[in-house]
């Protein structure tokens, strides 16, 4: 993918639990991404635990305020 696009950014889109095979067990197979897009918090609370460092983009959002201060520890 990197070759047809020579510069792009390449960001994994992983959503339902990687579709039930859990996002702990596909994100080291997805690490080359420049970033991950993530359905929810809880996976997003989940990829930071496992050891991701780059950038996280959630694709819904929480009205919990909790949310705010999770947001805060996986940035």
Request: charged letters at 15%; one cysteine or more.
């Amino acid at each position: 993918m990197r070759r047809a696009a020579p510069g792009a950014r390449l960001w994994a889109v992983v959503k339902a639990n990687a579709y039930g095979h859990g996002v702990a067990r596909v994100w080291s197979a997805l690490s080359a991404a420049d970033g991950f897009a993530l359905l929810n918090l809880e996976e997003a609370i989940l990829l930071r635990e496992q050891g991701w460092k780059g950038p996280i983009l959630l694709l819904e959002a929480s009205s919990m305020p909790m949310s705010w201060r999770c947001w805060i520890n996986i940035v």
